[in-house]
């Protein structure tokens, strides 16, 4: 069964620069959940999109954005990147807003050096 | 302000018995839990979850346990088969609010060994 894809699996970059994550749902999945784990913490949400529109926000920063497209496929896009930016990226996705039913892809873990 | 915690970071149980996962929780809007496992270098799965309606839910070998009164959650697995080896996230939603937000804790590495 299709799950969600994210891409790129890794990813360095330098302070200052920029990075975009991509995230692909599973098939009829209208919601796409943001999360961000560093090392040693919890996940931590950033944010979601529900039919193409924010739905809710996190602790995300302002150096960050993201969108969905009408496809449904998310990008989380990251400016100004900083060395605490370096965390594993999480997306999840769900057919309409049922938490519970989330599924996780494998994540993108950014390094920024 | 982590509203999810679990206290202990690791556990280590012989095959074939009981693991116990511990989770606490500090919101009371809070009125559904998951537990999610974690392999390295994959995304998170679901395992099973719970309704604050209930304090029991068993899938086979994997019964999670919820104590409102004492906002704390378990997760039982017996027997434990060193393939349950992993990282296990307990996490907490307010369904009646927020359209899907996950709050996490920090996860408990779990090691079955033979």
């Known amino acids: 069964a299709a799950g969600v894809i994210q891409s790129p699996r890794h990813l360095i970059k330098e302070k200052r620069e920029t990075a975009t994550l991509k995230c692909y749902p599973i098939?009829?999945?209208?919601?796409v959940y943001w999360y961000q784990q560093g090392p040693g913490q919890d996940p931590q949400f950033l944010i979601s999109?529900?039919?193409?529109?924010?739905?809710d926000k996190g602790s995300i920063p302002d150096r960050f954005s993201a969108q969905q497209f009408s496809d449904y496929h998310s990008e989380l896009n990251m400016s100004s990147l900083e060395l605490g930016d370096s965390a594993l990226y999480f997306c999840?996705?769900?057919?309409?807003?049922?938490?519970?039913?989330?599924?996780f892809g494998q994540g993108t873990r950014l390094t920024v050096v | 302000d982590q509203q999810v915690k679990q206290n202990s970071p690791s556990l280590s149980v012989q095959e074939g018995r009981i693991s116990i996962l511990n989770c606490d929780y500090t919101?009371?809007?809070?009125?559904?839990f998951l537990w999610y496992k974690k392999y390295p270098a994959e995304g998170p799965t679901f395992l099973i979850s719970?309704?604050?309606?209930?304090d029991k839910n068993e899938d086979g070998r994997f019964t999670v346990f919820l104590n409102k009164s004492a906002k704390h959650l378990s997760l039982h697995i017996v027997p434990s088969q060193p393939g349950d080896s992993a990282v296990y996230f307990c996490?907490?939603?307010?369904?009646?609010?927020?359209?899907?937000?996950?709050?996490f804790g920090r996860g408990t590495q779990l090691t079955v060994w033979p």
């Open positions: 098939p009829r999945h209208d919601t």
């Open positions: 999840a996705s769900s057919f309409g807003t049922a938490i519970s039913e989330a599924f």
């Open positions: 919101n009371s809007m809070f009125d559904y």
């Open positions: 719970i309704s604050s309606i209930k």
């Open positions: 999109f529900y039919e193409k529109m924010q739905s």
């Open positions: 996490a907490a939603t307010d369904r009646g609010s927020t359209l899907g937000r996950l709050y």
